[in-house]
């Protein structure tokens, strides 16, 4: 399963900042980007970062993504950033057009299209049941 080992590679990064960047308290939330390019269900994501995280130090925590639009570096003309989108009627979204939006150019993904961990929250309340 595909999300699974997305997850699994989010978690094996996760543990590796926290053993170098430990926290005082508990993990709520970890914020992550995701590329517009990578398809994935966000539900089979969640359901298997509550199965993975189960007894680790995150246990419980979830995770919050951010869709991030592609961006292309075009080597012809130098441009780079967002591209066009083109948006077809019946179609329910955008799809990105992977071509340089100045010169048409084959264009290369810079960003948008992978799994990024850019925060977390921290609960450093101390643990004692909410009255
Ligand atoms: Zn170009």
Redesign the pocket.
């Known amino acids: 399963m595909h999300e699974y080992s997305l997850a699994h590679a989010l978690l094996d990064g996760l543990t590796d900042h926290l053993r170098h960047h430990p926290v005082e308290g508990r993990v709520r939330a970890v914020h992550i980007r995701k590329g517009e390019l990578l398809i994935l269900s966000e539900e089979a994501l969640a359901e298997a970062w509550r199965i993975l995280t189960e007894g680790t130090e995150v246990a419980g925590s979830e995770l919050r993504i951010e869709n991030v639009p592609v961006r292309v570096r075009?080597?012809?003309?130098?441009?780079e950033g967002p591209v066009k989108y083109m948006t077809e009627e019946g179609w329910h979204f955008a799809v990105p057009v992977l071509a340089?939006?100045?010169?048409?150019?084959r264009?290369d993904v810079i960003e948008g299209r992978d799994l990024a961990i850019v925060g977390l929250s921290v609960d450093d309340a101390p643990e004692h049941p909410q009255p």
């Not at 340089?100 to 150019?105: L, M, N, V």
Request: glycine share 24%; with cysteine; hydrophobic share 15%.
């Open positions: 075009c080597p012809g003309c130098g441009y340089c939006p100045r010169c048409a150019g264009a």
